[in-house]
């Protein structure tokens, strides 16, 4: 139990997946005008990783049990992009409202690399790359952590930047410039967990 909580701080707020480890960069910055955007790509994103994490975890499996491993990645690129495809299909015929609202986004979360990174990363969490090997269940409990962390990131930041609209911001620094300046700020906050997480373990 003691490892799953660690788990899950650590991916929320110590290794945040954006601001730690820099990934997803491109919808980070892309989808983070306004906050419901953000919402939307959060949820659409952990949707994908959690269905995704449990797929390539099998998969690697297989991979490893056929001395094919080394074939990971594109495996994993290929079991992502088919599962956005199947979501979307799915959501177009039983949700019609929820695809019209999440339609934006669902492409996007192909070329997202945080759902890939996490995916690799379950590989070394439960494959015994790393100190102690996990199950499925840490896998799905690192996945949705992951995904928290990088949605909590996101709506902050999305928060921010819709402030920034009603700032007196010099000229030179308005857009892409002083959103740059934010999310590093936002990133040494959050790396002030670092000694929270240092003092639970």
Same mark, same amino acid.
């Given at each position: 139990?003691?490892?799953?909580?660690? /788990?899950?701080?650590?991916? *929320? !707020?110590?290794? &945040?997946?954006?601001?730690?480890?820099?990934?997803?960069?491109?919808? !980070?910055?892309? *989808?983070? &005008?306004? +906050? &419901?955007?953000? @919402?939307?790509?959060?949820?659409?994103?952990?949707?994908?990783?959690?269905?995704?994490?449990?797929?390539?975890?099998?998969?690697?499996?297989? @991979? =490893?049990?056929?001395?094919?491993?080394?074939?990971?990645? /594109?495996?994993?690129? $290929? *079991?992502?992009?088919? $599962? *956005?495809?199947?979501?979307?299909?799915?959501?177009?015929?039983?949700?019609?409202? $929820?695809?019209?609202?999440?339609? +934006?986004?669902?492409?996007?979360?192909?070329? &997202?690399?945080? =759902? $890939?990174? +996490?995916?690799?990363?379950?590989?070394? @969490?439960?494959?015994?790359?790393?100190?102690?090997?996990?199950?499925?269940?840490?896998?799905?409990?690192?996945?949705?952590?992951?995904?928290?962390?990088?949605?909590?990131?996101?709506?902050?930041?999305?928060?921010?930047?819709?402030?920034?609209?009603?700032?007196?911001?010099?000229?030179?620094?308005?857009? +892409?410039?002083?959103?740059?300046?934010?999310?590093?700020?936002?990133?040494?906050?959050?790396?002030? !967990?670092?000694?929270?997480?240092?003092?639970?373990?």
């Amino acid at each position: 139990m003691v490892e799953y909580i660690l /788990i899950i701080i650590s991916a *929320v !707020f110590v290794n &945040n997946i954006a601001l730690s480890r820099f990934l997803g960069i491109c919808p !980070f910055m892309g *989808v983070s &005008n306004k +906050v &419901n955007t953000a @919402l939307g790509m959060s949820g659409a994103v952990a949707f994908v990783m959690v269905i995704a994490t449990l797929v390539t975890f099998y998969i690697q499996k297989l @991979l =490893v049990s056929c001395g094919i491993d080394f074939l990971q990645t /594109i495996a994993f690129i $290929l *079991v992502i992009a088919s $599962l *956005v495809q199947m979501v979307e299909i799915v959501l177009k015929k039983v949700s019609p409202s $929820l695809y019209q609202a999440l339609g +934006v986004f669902l492409p996007l979360i192909t070329t &997202n690399c945080t =759902v $890939l990174g +996490v995916a690799i990363d379950v590989h070394n @969490l439960t494959m015994g790359v790393s100190e102690e090997p996990y199950g499925v269940g840490a896998a799905v409990i690192y996945a949705l952590s992951n995904a928290i962390g990088y949605g909590l990131a996101l709506t902050i930041f999305a928060g921010l930047r819709e402030q920034l609209e009603l700032a007196d911001v010099p000229e030179g620094m308005k857009g +892409v410039p002083v959103a740059f300046i934010t999310a590093g700020i936002l990133a040494l906050a959050f790396m002030g !967990f670092a000694g929270l997480f240092q003092s639970i373990a």
